[in-house]
């Protein structure tokens, strides 16, 4: 749970923008991309994680991260709505119901029906095909969120994808109102050892609050105000 805490300018170290923003934000001390932070995020939560898979609204990521955090390569789609939050909202549209239930039909039932385009209006077209021909509602989804898996794994395999792997992005919270992918329940991302736990992790602060140093004499803020990411239990 969220709450509200009352703090004066004097009580902030430092403000670091990250993320698509970050250059806007007009009294930030500095700037560090979302790449950078997950990186650095993903290490301070488990150091053994070697490859990040970042599902977001509006774009998806595949890093590689060395033994220290740091970022050795990584691969984006930001061109396209396929693999991202947003498909997942075209998609819900598609089967008529609300974004929270994918995640809950993705997890209890359903055997995946392929889903062939990568394309996010042709898969509309398509899922509206095979709702059309009688097809059940979680079996559509299940091959929807298999569908994902699919291509985010491709990608995160052109950076050389290692394990452990750790999964981060609304996309990847199962339960949570982004329709989540849910745990390795799908073969393609049986390779996930980390998930997000029923909210996504917040790498880019906890990335962002250990990539900056604080001004001499300050400290930083504690690690135990970062929620975890929890390994699934398969079933």
């Known amino acids: 749970m969220r709450r509200k805490v009352t703090v004066t300018t004097a009580d902030v170290a430092c403000v670091?923008?990250?993320?698509?923003?970050?250059t806007q934000v007009p009294f930030a001390t500095?700037?560090?991309?979302?790449?950078?932070?997950?990186?650095?995020?993903?290490?301070?939560?488990?150091?053994?994680?070697?490859?990040?898979?970042?599902?977001?609204?509006?774009?998806?990521?595949?890093?590689?991260?060395g033994p220290s955090g740091k970022v050795l390569d990584f691969v984006m789609n930001d061109k396209c709505a396929a693999g991202t939050g947003r498909f997942l909202e075209v998609m819900a549209g598609a089967v008529e119901i609300d974004l929270p239930q994918m995640s809950d039909y993705s997890r209890?039932?359903?055997?995946?029906?392929?889903?062939?385009?990568?394309?996010?209006?042709?898969?509309?077209?398509?899922v509206i095909s095979l709702i059309s021909k009688g097809a059940r509602r979680a079996d559509i989804i299940a091959g929807i969120h298999e569908s994902i898996g699919a291509r985010v794994i491709s990608m995160a395999k052109r950076v050389g994808m290692v394990a452990p792997v750790m999964m981060t992005g609304g996309a990847g919270v199962a339960g949570g109102k982004g329709g989540g992918c849910t745990t390795g329940r799908f073969s393609t991302l049986a390779v996930v050892t980390y998930w997000p736990d029923t909210q996504?992790?917040?790498?880019?602060?906890?990335?962002?609050?250990?990539?900056?140093?604080?001004?001499?004499?300050?400290?930083?803020?504690?690690?135990?105000?970062?929620?975890?990411?929890?390994?699934?239990t398969l079933g």
């Open 16 to 22: 670091v923008g990250t993320g698509y923003g970050r």
């Open 30 to 65: 500095t700037n560090v991309s979302e790449i950078t932070c997950h990186g650095r995020g993903a290490h301070h939560l488990h150091s053994s994680v070697r490859t990040v898979i970042d599902i977001g609204g509006q774009d998806s990521k595949g890093i590689a991260i």
């Open 108 to 126: 209890f039932e359903g055997d995946p029906v392929p889903i062939s385009s990568v394309c996010t209006v042709f898969a509309e077209s398509e």
């Open 200 to 232: 996504p992790c917040p790498l880019a602060a906890s990335g962002t609050l250990m990539t900056h140093q604080p001004p001499s004499g300050l400290t930083p803020m504690a690690s135990a105000v970062w929620p975890s990411c929890n390994t699934p």
